[in-house]
């Protein structure tokens, strides 16, 4: 990644700052602490990867600002990019990656702010972790690498290398491998149920056999049943005719039986028919009349319905005729209307036409003044001409003379709030000196327990060694009270010798000795009572002494929290001493900027010069005010124009209301009095009268004709009666005739009963002459169906013996088919498990780690040589063993990446060495890092950041530290130092340096 532009707005120190990259090789960021240095930097990890620094993804936009904007470009793999990363404050942001082509720049941004960011590490190749791990050393951030565990750094390196590559093919090598496995599996499962079936191929002839000898047994006495079964049948057969027989000789019985019922209901129907119509001929004459009366009332209104269609026909021209006067009604009366709205238009236009008319003389007057307006407006604009650039320049300077103003203002308000806050701590410091002499009151009571506490321990060391001591006088007096024991003892023997000088004694001396020595075992008794009585005591006062002991431990368990919450509060007492200082301080600048706002001595140049503008425009002697009265007088009398062409387009509208009113009149004229003719005298109205005279000629009244036909639907029923009576006279003969033939089928039916009721006696004796087979042939039938289903179980068994048979000649192809496969299955498995181990992380990644990392260390230790004088030397160990000293003797060993570094004085651990030497190694390792991805081909790293290495150094190793950046300085397109050192500038070809300002950090770039 070689940089080329790097533009800030808002970013985290800066308010708008801008760096080519262009022709920088090694150049060296410079600047006071907290100038902006390592912002700039972070610019760019921030553009690339959305990382930096800040706490939280507000805080990397510039105080006070609403939204930050970082563009970075830079050639990466011969392609050159730009990333434009922006954020709202409390909101979202935006990301957008851009790649130039020969139309400039063109976006190849995902779908989504993530997709867009996998996009750029993809095209990178690099991931923010892997570029702080490598060839960025961050402020305080340098030991990255060597403070990363064992396995992170190993995947660190692994990044770099690009061996993700290889883990994917792992993976694909696992996934194919499982693939394999599983249909490996399956395909083992299948051949076992195949191996079963073959092995079923005996049984099942053995029971095909067994089934074709039960298919002829019963096939035989299915013969033997089916003959018996055929005798019988013909037998029953015969029975069951003369049955049949029978019952159609009964059914015949109950069908003459109950046709003769038929019959006789029939009968009695016809004689009530007879007797109804006998009773209707009785009434002959009164139904005549009435009937004569009905037809009557018909007539008439058959009358007055051949003159109901004319009455209509009439009625519906005469309606038609209504409403076409009335339709011509309407539209002659709505065009008098239109006539009268628009003379009645006409007449107001006129109206207003001989207003504006009347105003022709004002018009006049108010043009003369428009045209001196305007000559005088015009004199005003070019004088405006001279005076804008003038008016500009002071409007420009006053904004910036305010905005000093401004923030003098607000620095002055701030400093005021913070005089504030220093007022309220420095109010809480009385507080605090309280509460501090509280805490120290305490603290030395605890102080006075503490050396009572000592006294207590030191009084029961006495009481012990006292105690001692009488205890081992108790036993020195006791063993000599068993000396003086044994003394007696020998005394009491007979020419005893004296126990000290050995000499004989008598009897007198023995005596004496004896006495003597009973009084010493006696004092040396009383001793021992006063010893132990003693030993008693010491007893009960240690006890005294232990407890009193416990109980001021438990009240200096706050001691230790006591002196921690004084120290805390002299370090308030101490921070105040600050406060006064910061306060003097604070109110020392209140006073001045006090002082300049009151004088107005701030921006001097400014104000000279706008002091300066202020003249010219007196000389000018241009007045806005007038200017802009003048012209809002020029745009009151713009009336005039108006007014004028008014005045012209008015004239022109009373010639055209002249032209147009007569006729409009006229036309009214002639409306009303086709209005009144149409009404009175048209034809349309004649046409109407004739059809009322023909209506009255008519003489159709509509409700006598509705009255009629009411009274003709209640007397209908004198017709029906009439008509039932010419039925009656016709129907009487025949139905005389049907009462004969019924009573004649009635005596027909009754004597064919008696011939049946012979026929069933006969039947009945022919039948009881045969035997009935009915249960014989139904359990025949029942055994032959039996006997059926098991054959045809058996045949059904017979035939799916034969197709297992079959079936299995068919399996043992494909049992021989499926172990080739299965073998080709195993093999495709093994090569890919062994594929996956090569390309996993123990396999090719672990070699190509290990084949890299005698080149790093090499190149680790040759940059460490210079910077250390041959002192340091590093190594990497890739692998360690798993177990304790206690377990070696089955100890495996485990993958890591362990780095040992070793001095004149052995091997040591890492934390173990300065500040300054711990920063040479780092840097020798990341220094390696970056130049062996230089070399290796697989990565476009070509850019190193060193922030803030030389802090740490004295003179000797600082100018190490230079001489190795130089001396690989031909490998990298850009190298970046950064340090606020100021005797290290001249060491480099370019210098950047920052400086803080009121208007954010700024950069100038030196050679």
Same mark, same amino acid.
């Given at each position: 990644?070689?940089?080329?532009?790097?533009?800030?707005?808002?970013?985290?120190?800066?308010?708008?700052?801008?760096?080519?990259?262009?022709?920088?090789?090694?150049?060296?960021?410079?600047?006071?602490?907290?100038?902006?240095?390592?912002?700039?930097?972070?610019?760019?990890?921030?553009?690339?990867?959305?990382? @930096?620094?800040?706490?939280?993804?507000?805080?990397?936009?510039?105080?006070?600002?609403?939204?930050?904007?970082?563009?970075?470009?830079?050639?990466?793999?011969?392609?050159?990019?730009?990333?434009?990363?922006?954020?709202?404050?409390?909101?979202?942001?935006?990301?957008?990656?851009?790649?130039?082509?020969?139309?400039?720049?063109?976006?190849?941004?995902?779908?989504?702010?993530? @997709?867009?960011?996998?996009?750029?590490? @993809?095209?990178?190749?690099?991931?923010?972790?892997?570029?702080?791990?490598?060839?960025?050393?961050?402020?305080?951030?340098?030991?990255?690498?060597?403070?990363?565990?064992?396995?992170?750094?190993?995947?660190?390196?692994?990044?770099?290398?690009?061996?993700?590559?290889?883990?994917?093919?792992?993976?694909?090598?696992?996934?194919?491998?499982?693939?394999?496995?599983?249909?490996?599996?399956?395909?083992?499962?299948?051949?076992?149920?195949?191996?079963?079936?073959?092995?079923?191929?005996?049984?099942?002839?053995?029971?095909?056999?067994?089934?074709?000898?039960?298919?002829?047994?019963?096939?035989?006495?299915?013969?033997?049943?089916?003959?018996?079964?055929?005798?019988?049948?013909?037998?029953? +057969?015969?029975?069951?005719?003369?049955?049949?027989?029978?019952?159609?000789?009964?059914?015949?019985?109950?069908?003459?039986?109950?046709?003769?019922? %038929?019959?006789?209901?029939? $009968?009695?129907?016809?004689?009530?028919?007879?007797?109804?119509?006998?009773?209707?001929?009785?009434?002959?004459?009164?139904?005549?009349?009435?009937?004569?009366?009905?037809?009557?009332?018909?007539?008439?209104?058959?009358?007055?319905?051949?003159?109901?269609?004319?009455?209509?026909?009439?009625?519906?021209?005469?309606?038609?005729?209504?409403?076409? /006067?009335?339709?011509?009604?309407?539209?002659?009366?709505?065009?008098?209307?239109?006539?009268?709205?628009?003379?009645?238009?006409?007449?107001?236009?006129?109206?207003?036409?001989?207003?504006?008319?009347?105003?022709?003389?004002?018009?006049?007057?108010?043009?003369?003044?428009?045209?001196?307006?305007?000559?005088?407006?015009?004199?005003?604009?070019?004088?405006?001409?001279?005076?804008?650039?003038?008016?500009?320049?002071?409007?420009?300077?006053? %904004?910036? /003379?305010?905005?000093?103003?401004?923030?003098?203002?607000?620095?002055?308000?701030?400093?005021?709030?913070?005089?504030?806050?220093?007022?309220?701590?420095?109010?809480?410091?009385?507080?605090?000196?309280?509460?501090?002499?509280?805490?120290?009151?305490?603290?030395?009571?605890?102080?006075?327990?503490?050396?009572?506490?000592?006294?207590?321990?030191?009084?029961?060391?006495?009481?012990?060694? %006292?105690?001692?001591?009488?205890?081992?006088?108790?036993?020195?007096?006791?063993?000599?009270?068993?000396?003086?024991?044994?003394?007696?003892?020998?005394?009491?023997?007979?020419?005893?010798?004296?126990?000290?000088?050995?000499?004989?004694?008598?009897?007198?001396?023995?005596?004496?000795?004896?006495?003597?020595?009973?009084?010493?075992?006696?004092?040396?008794?009383?001793?021992?009572?006063?010893?132990?009585?003693?030993?008693?005591?010491?007893?009960?006062?240690?006890?005294?002494?232990?407890?009193?002991?416990?109980?001021?431990?438990?009240?200096?368990?706050?001691?230790?929290?006591?002196?921690?919450? =004084?120290?805390?509060?002299?370090?308030?007492?101490?921070?105040?001493?600050?406060?006064?200082?910061?306060?003097?301080?604070?109110?020392?600048?209140?006073?001045?900027?006090?002082?300049?706002?009151?004088?107005?001595?701030?921006?001097?140049?400014?104000?000279?010069?706008?002091?300066?503008?202020?003249?010219?425009?007196?000389?000018?002697?241009?007045?806005?005010?007038?200017?802009?009265?003048?012209?809002?007088?020029? *745009?009151?009398?713009?009336?005039?124009?108006?007014?004028?062409?008014?005045?012209?387009?008015?004239?022109?509208?009373?010639?055209?209301?002249?032209?147009?009113?007569?006729?409009?009149?006229?036309?009214?004229?002639?409306?009303?009095?086709?209005?009144?003719?149409?009404?009175?005298?048209?034809? /349309?109205?004649?046409?109407?009268?004739?059809?009322?005279?023909?209506?009255?000629?008519?003489?159709?009244?509509?409700?006598?004709?509705?009255?009629?036909?009411?009274?003709?639907?209640?007397?209908?029923?004198?017709?029906?009666?009439?008509?039932?009576?010419?039925?009656?006279?016709?129907?009487?003969?025949?139905?005389?005739? *049907?009462?004969?033939?019924?009573?004649?089928?009635?005596?027909?039916?009754?004597?064919?009963?008696?011939?049946?009721?012979?026929?069933?006696?006969?039947?009945?004796?022919?039948?009881?002459?045969?035997?009935?087979?009915?249960?014989?042939?139904?359990?025949?039938?029942?055994?032959?169906?039996?006997?059926?289903?098991?054959?045809?179980?058996?045949?059904?068994?017979?035939?799916? =013996?034969?197709?297992?048979?079959?079936? /299995?000649?068919?399996?043992?192809?494909?049992?021989?088919?499926?172990?080739?496969?299965?073998?080709?299955?195993? *093999?495709?498995?093994?090569?890919?498990?062994?594929?996956?181990?090569?390309?996993?992380?123990?396999?090719?990644?672990?070699?190509?780690?290990?084949?890299?990392?005698?080149?790093?260390?090499?190149?680790?230790?040759?940059?460490?040589?210079?910077?250390?004088?041959?002192?340091?030397?590093?190594? =990497?160990?890739?692998?360690?063993?798993?177990?304790?000293?206690? $377990?070696?003797?089955?100890?495996?060993?485990?993958?890591?990446?362990?780095?040992?570094?070793?001095?004149?004085?052995?091997?040591? @651990?890492?934390?173990?060495?300065?500040?300054?030497?711990?920063?040479?190694?780092?840097?020798?390792?990341?220094?390696?890092?970056?130049?062996?991805?230089?070399?290796?081909?697989?990565?476009?790293?070509?850019?190193?950041?060193?922030?803030?290495? =030389?802090?740490?150094?004295?003179?000797?190793?600082?100018?190490?530290?230079?001489?190795?950046?130089?001396?690989?300085?031909?490998?990298?397109?850009?190298?970046?130092?950064?340090?606020?050192?100021?005797?290290?500038?001249?060491?480099?070809?370019?210098?950047?340096?920052?400086?803080?300002?009121?208007?954010?950090?700024?950069?100038?770039?030196? +050679?």
């Amino acid at each position: 990644m070689i940089p080329l532009q790097l533009t800030l707005k808002n970013f985290l120190s800066y308010r708008e700052a801008s760096l080519d990259f262009r022709g920088l090789h090694t150049a060296c960021v410079c600047g006071a602490n907290g100038a902006g240095k390592s912002s700039l930097l972070e610019g760019i990890t921030w553009a690339i990867w959305g990382e @930096s620094r800040a706490n939280t993804e507000d805080d990397v936009i510039h105080t006070g600002a609403e939204n930050v904007r970082v563009d970075f470009e830079f050639i990466c793999n011969n392609q050159q990019y730009r990333i434009i990363r922006t954020r709202q404050r409390g909101k979202g942001g935006s990301l957008d990656f851009q790649i130039a082509s020969s139309n400039g720049f063109r976006s190849l941004n995902a779908k989504g702010l993530r @997709s867009t960011q996998d996009l750029i590490t @993809s095209s990178l190749k690099l991931d923010y972790d892997t570029f702080v791990n490598s060839a960025y050393l961050r402020q305080g951030r340098a030991d990255e690498f060597m403070q990363r565990r064992p396995n992170e750094r190993k995947q660190i390196l692994a990044d770099l290398l690009k061996l993700e590559q290889y883990e994917e093919l792992a993976n694909q090598a696992k996934d194919l491998s499982k693939l394999y496995k599983g249909q490996m599996q399956q395909l083992e499962e299948s051949q076992d149920r195949l191996k079963e079936k073959l092995q079923q191929k005996e049984t099942l002839i053995t029971q095909k056999k067994g089934v074709v000898q039960e298919i002829e047994l019963l096939q035989k006495a299915q013969t033997q049943a089916q003959e018996r079964l055929k005798q019988l049948q013909a037998v029953q +057969h015969q029975r069951q005719n003369w049955q049949q027989q029978l019952s159609w000789q009964k059914n015949q019985y109950e069908n003459i039986g109950q046709e003769s019922k %038929r019959l006789k209901i029939e $009968q009695s129907e016809v004689e009530n028919k007879l007797a109804e119509l006998k009773k209707n001929l009785s009434q002959e004459e009164e139904i005549n009349l009435k009937y004569q009366q009905f037809m009557s009332l018909q007539q008439k209104e058959e009358s007055l319905s051949a003159k109901f269609p004319t009455y209509q026909n009439l009625q519906q021209q005469k309606q038609k005729l209504e409403q076409e /006067i009335f339709k011509h009604t309407n539209e002659l009366k709505l065009q008098l209307q239109k006539n009268i709205s628009r003379l009645e238009n006409l007449q107001q236009q006129e109206q207003e036409v001989q207003q504006i008319v009347s105003n022709s003389a004002e018009v006049e007057t108010a043009l003369e003044k428009l045209q001196e307006c305007r000559q005088r407006l015009s004199e005003l604009d070019q004088l405006q001409h001279q005076v804008a650039p003038l008016l500009q320049r002071r409007y420009t300077l006053t %904004r910036e /003379i305010e905005g000093r103003k401004a923030r003098l203002t607000a620095k002055l308000e701030q400093l005021q709030e913070e005089q504030v806050k220093l007022f309220i701590e420095i109010d809480k410091v009385p507080e605090v000196r309280q509460e501090v002499l509280t805490v120290d009151s305490q603290i030395q009571e605890l102080e006075k327990k503490q050396v009572y506490q000592q006294r207590v321990k030191e009084k029961g060391t006495e009481r012990k060694a %006292r105690k001692k001591q009488l205890e081992d006088s108790q036993v020195i007096i006791e063993k000599q009270i068993q000396d003086l024991a044994k003394k007696l003892d020998l005394l009491v023997i007979p020419e005893a010798t004296c126990p000290l000088c050995e000499q004989e004694l008598d009897e007198h001396h023995r005596d004496h000795v004896i006495a003597k020595t009973q009084t010493q075992q006696r004092e040396m008794q009383e001793q021992i009572w006063q010893i132990k009585e003693s030993i008693a005591v010491c007893e009960r006062e240690l006890q005294c002494l232990r407890s009193e002991y416990s109980q001021l431990t438990e009240e200096l368990i706050a001691y230790s929290s006591l002196q921690q919450y =004084f120290g805390q509060l002299e370090a308030q007492l101490e921070a105040s001493g600050d406060i006064k200082i910061k306060l003097t301080k604070i109110r020392s600048e209140i006073l001045e900027i006090e002082a300049a706002l009151s004088s107005g001595d701030y921006a001097p140049e400014g104000q000279n010069e706008l002091k300066y503008l202020e003249e010219e425009l007196k000389n000018l002697n241009y007045e806005e005010q007038t200017h802009a009265i003048v012209r809002a007088e020029e *745009k009151r009398w713009r009336w005039a124009e108006i007014k004028q062409a008014k005045l012209e387009e008015a004239n022109r509208r009373q010639v055209k209301i002249n032209e147009e009113k007569p006729n409009l009149l006229e036309r009214i004229y002639f409306l009303e009095t086709e209005l009144e003719e149409l009404q009175k005298s048209s034809d /349309i109205q004649k046409q109407i009268e004739a059809v009322e005279q023909s209506l009255e000629e008519l003489s159709y009244d509509a409700i006598v004709h509705q009255n009629l036909r009411a009274t003709i639907r209640q007397e209908q029923k004198a017709q029906f009666h009439y008509q039932q009576l010419q039925e009656a006279k016709q129907q009487y003969p025949q139905w005389q005739e *049907k009462l004969k033939a019924v009573e004649q089928r009635l005596k027909f039916q009754q004597d064919n009963a008696a011939t049946i009721q012979q026929q069933i006696d006969q039947t009945l004796m022919q039948i009881e002459s045969l035997e009935d087979y009915a249960e014989v042939i139904e359990e025949l039938e029942l055994t032959i169906q039996n006997n059926r289903e098991k054959l045809d179980d058996l045949l059904a068994k017979k035939g799916s =013996f034969e197709q297992s048979l079959q079936q /299995i000649e068919s399996l043992k192809q494909e049992y021989i088919d499926n172990q080739q496969q299965l073998k080709e299955y195993k *093999k495709q498995c093994r090569v890919y498990k062994e594929l996956a181990q090569a390309f996993g992380k123990n396999g090719i990644q672990a070699l190509m780690i290990e084949n890299v990392l005698p080149q790093l260390e090499a190149e680790t230790n040759q940059i460490l040589s210079r910077l250390t004088g041959n002192q340091l030397h590093v190594q =990497f160990l890739t692998q360690k063993s798993s177990k304790t000293n206690r $377990q070696k003797a089955a100890a495996k060993l485990i993958d890591t990446l362990d780095i040992v570094i070793a001095d004149a004085r052995g091997t040591r @651990s890492y934390e173990t060495y300065s500040g300054g030497e711990a920063f040479r190694i780092n840097f020798s390792i990341r220094l390696a890092l970056a130049k062996l991805l230089a070399q290796r081909a697989g990565t476009s790293l070509q850019m190193l950041i060193v922030d803030e290495g =030389f802090g740490t150094q004295d003179v000797e190793g600082c100018d190490r530290l230079i001489a190795a950046i130089n001396t690989i300085a031909s490998e990298f397109a850009c190298i970046l130092t950064v340090t606020h050192m100021p005797q290290f500038k001249e060491a480099f070809q370019h210098r950047i340096e920052v400086r803080k300002t009121n208007e954010g950090s700024q950069l100038i770039l030196s +050679h």
